[in-house]
């Protein structure tokens, strides 16, 4: 299948602001681009990229004083399948684990493991490692959390989550994937689009949050949030947690005026339809 998908967001500044933004699908998915993104700044300044330490890329640009609207569209191919799953994958112990996995074990901004870590043991420290058990955290973490976007709050952490019992699917994310790291199961933060492919539409469409965790020598996806498998993510970002890897970083007061986002199946665009 072929997805399309893009953001319009509308800032303004009182001065002159340094933005550095996160919007763009992961290099890994490169060679699944079908029309390449497009991105445009109204007004027009200019912009340059890099790569994060996770590999992201990431944009810069100094936005004028006033408002400023950020634009990308893409397409891309998807085997239309859902979440890879591979039940009777075991936990790796961390004396085997990658160097690279360490970091998705420890403490981050919103992911106090040591807050969590005696709660994590007591709910799951029984089951069988493995897949299962990381199942069990996220049936866990979607109950335990009421989804309400009136209640976001951008300072929640997974211990103020976990306690206040309420939040957004950045909260289920961070609850969970601290859980895993306190289990010594690695786990990163995803942002990224998730459209509404093969479940009920529902409006107005946002960036979506979920986890990865590392099983069997592979990283796979977990949702807390939705907790079943979806159709048709699409990366935009890892990290350790929402503070790595914020859609955009003001280095300076902001509005946000407007905020759309759009993640929706298309006819193959080679067939010029």
Partial sequence: MFIRYGYEITLNCAQPTALVCLLSVTADRDADIRVPETTFTNPSVPTTVYHDLFGNLCRRMVAPAGDITIWGDATIEDSGLVDRANFAAREIPVTDLPDSCLVYLMGSRYCETDKLSQTAWDLFGHLPPGWARVQAVCDFVHKHIRFD?????STRTAFEAYNEGIGVCRDYAHLALTLC???NIPARY?????????VPVVNPMDFSAWIEVFLEGEWYTFDPRNNKPRIGRIIVARGRDAADIPLINSFGPHLLKSFRVWTYEVPDPRLGQ
């Fill in 190 to 198: 995803i942002n990224g689009h998730l459209g509404d492919i093969g």
């Fill in 181 to 183: 790291r306190c289990l």
């Fill in 149 to 153: 976007y009136m209640q976001a709050r």
